[in-house]
């Protein structure tokens, strides 16, 4: 018996080092796309979502700020960025501003930012929509990206449409 709770006991404390250990990693990974400071943009969204090729995508979005300059009675922009954060180094990055400057994929930022609400419309998926998307919200001077608040799309598959 006294076997049987040793192995347990170090079995726990196994459990307990690997949890301890995946949650400095996951915060780790958050914080590496948003430097060593804490992010001033914080967005709800689904973290992870797989669709089918040739659908349509609804992100349910919200937003807000921990930053005093941001002030909703001045004109917001919504960008999304896919791969990364860094456009300044790599502009190619920003696939959506709804100042309608940029809009690769055609989306539709259906919720008003006025409001603090970011949802987007995805219209018809395909397979090289598949990665990690970033929110970010541009109200000058306010400027700042939901660096720890990452979006993955995994486009699968092809839709199946049966006409009788």
């Known amino acids: 018996m006294k076997d049987y709770q040793s192995l347990m006991a170090t079995l726990s404390e196994n459990v307990l080092r690997v949890n301890m250990l995946l949650s400095v990693f996951l915060v780790l990974g958050a914080l590496a796309f ?64 709804s100042s309608k400057s940029v809009n690769i994929y055609q989306l539709e930022m259906i919720g008003n930012l006025t409001e603090k609400n970011c949802t987007t419309l995805f219209p018809d998926l395909n397979t090289s929509y598949t990665d990690r998307y970033f929110f970010r919200v541009e109200n000058e001077p306010f400027k700042a990206t939901a660096c720890a608040d990452s979006l993955q799309i995994t486009v699968k598959g092809k839709s199946i449409f049966v006409f009788t």
């Open 34 to 97: 948003c430097g060593d400071k804490t992010p001033d943009l914080i967005i709800t969204a689904p973290n992870n979502i797989e669709a089918l090729n040739g659908s349509c995508l609804q992100i349910p979005c919200t937003y807000n700020t921990t930053d005093k300059t941001f002030d909703s009675s001045r004109p917001i922009n919504g960008l999304w960025m896919k791969g990364g954060v860094n456009f300044a180094s790599n502009p190619n990055i920003v696939i959506f501003n």
